[in-house]
């Protein structure tokens, strides 16, 4: 953070009523929005260009992954904080803003207080990952300390499917967008699991991150 009282804020949101209601909530207050974007192109440029303390942003976008923006973020920024900010309470996208060196992940339920709190922690280098969000997603990050050298080779149908789940979409959700059965998606998790050796899709996704193909 610099050296100026103000703590300087990208807001990241597709919707303008949200970025208009983040902005009424944080007057009269030392955190200053100074940038908006309303796309994932947006964020990456602004993130990359403007003089920000910490960014806000969205989980989902309509062009876009939050998710995959914050990981562009963090190559050309490593120490920039971002806070994930969703309506979405969903322990795949949480366990892999954790791997990927996300501030936090805030619900958009949140109250006033809890908000202007995450950014200020934040914007001091600080995260504000609770022990409750992390216990969720231990599992996940533990197993990936000892799998995430494993060498595995997955079919182009089983690595489609893997990235479509690191996104955090159900096998229902994957079936429609590949336009296959669900008992078809059902069977290629399993084999991806096996493959890997783990247990649950939330490892395979955060597996996923960490190995690049999500």
Not at 54 to 61: D, P
Not at 65 to 79: M, Q, S, T, V, W
Not at 137 to 160: F, P, Y
Request: glycine content about 6%.
């Amino acid at each position: 953070m610099s050296q100026e009282t103000n703590i300087r804020l990208l807001i990241a949101d597709d919707h303008e009523v949200a970025r208009y209601g983040i902005k009424a909530m944080l007057e009269a207050t030392d955190i200053k929005v100074v940038a908006e974007a309303s796309t994932v192109a947006d964020v990456l440029q602004l993130a990359a260009e403007k003089d920000i303390d910490v960014v806000l942003m969205e989980s989902r976008f309509s062009d876009g992954d939050g998710l995959n923006a914050l990981g562009h973020i963090k190559l050309g920024k490593p120490k920039l904080p971002v806070i994930l900010f969703s309506k979405y309470d969903n322990p795949t996208w949480i366990a892999r803003a954790v791997a990927m060196d996300a501030s936090g992940y805030l619900l958009k339920n949140c109250t006033r207080e809890a908000l202007i709190a995450a950014i200020k922690t934040a914007a001091t280098g600080e995260n504000t990952w609770t022990r409750d969000e992390l216990r969720r997603v231990s599992g996940a990050i533990r197993t990936l300390r000892i799998t995430s050298d494993i060498e595995v080779s997955l079919t182009q149908r089983e690595a489609e499917v893997l990235r479509h789940l690191a996104r955090g979409l159900t096998n229902k959700d994957i079936a429609k967008e590949l336009t296959v059965s669900y008992e078809t998606i059902k069977e290629h998790v399993q084999h991806i699991l096996r493959k890997i050796g783990l247990t649950d899709r939330t490892q395979a996704a955060v597996w996923a991150v960490r190995k690049g193909l999500a």
